[in-house]
């Protein structure tokens, strides 16, 4: 999940590198809501993982 919000992030860069406005914002929308997406889901399986097992 994480590589994808890496990966629009670039495409936004190298699109607003070149001028395209629309598609950089896009790509950068689209990387801010999986970067949250991947945040949530680290925490939740942090706290889930710190979970001592019953004998």
């Keep these: ?5 890496i ?3 670039v495409i936004a860069l190298i699109a607003a590198f ?3 406005s629309g598609i950089a914002a896009g790509a ?3 990387a801010k809501i999986l ?7 680290a925490v939740i399986s942090l706290l889930l993982g710190r979970r001592a ?3």
């Design 53 to 55: 097992p019953t004998p």
């Design 35 to 41: 970067f949250f997406v991947f945040l949530v889901m």
């Design 18 to 20: 070149f001028g395209f």
């Design 1 to 5: 999940m994480l590589y994808y919000t």
């Design 28 to 30: 950068v929308s689209i």
């Design 7 to 9: 990966v629009f992030f």
